[in-house]
């Protein structure tokens, strides 16, 4: 089992940039692969960027490509996600979750195990 918690979340103004961290507990982080996920108000919780055990292999939404990065560090059983050119449609909160596989990327939110509580982005026009 895993707990995750973000942060990093925050005000910012359109073209600005934030940079979201997950934290999960426990020894075996690098068994996991994980993913960044984002709910604005009144829709459906959407993917935004997933990566694999090792970091090898990642997969980013269309909507954010080019404008956001995911990356993690395994020694410090932490995930990321690099948000640059940040525009007003990014506001939402924003999630991190971990599905235990060593098999690719997961891009489904029903493949994900484990949730954090979320953090708020809110970009400002």
């Known amino acids: 089992q895993v707990q995750l918690v973000e942060s990093g979340g925050g005000l910012v103004q359109a073209g600005g940039s934030l940079r979201l961290s997950c934290a999960a507990s426990?020894?075996?982080?690098?068994?996991?692969?994980m993913g960044w996920f984002r709910q604005a108000p009144g829709k459906d919780r959407e993917f935004v960027a997933a990566?694999?055990?090792?970091?090898?292999?990642?997969a980013i939404a269309d909507s954010v490509k080019g404008r956001f990065t995911i990356s993690r560090d395994n020694a410090k059983n932490t995930l990321y996600l690099q948000m640059n050119s940040l525009k007003p449609e990014d506001t939402a909160v924003y999630y991190c979750?971990?599905?235990?596989?060593?098999?690719?990327?997961?891009?489904?939110?029903?493949?994900?195990?484990?949730w954090g509580q979320g953090t708020q982005v809110t970009v400002s026009s």
């Open positions: 990566i694999n055990w090792s970091g090898s292999s990642t």
């Open positions: 979750a971990a599905v235990r596989t060593s098999r690719g990327v997961r891009t489904g939110d029903r493949e994900y195990d484990y």
């Open positions: 426990g020894r075996t982080f690098s068994s996991y692969a």
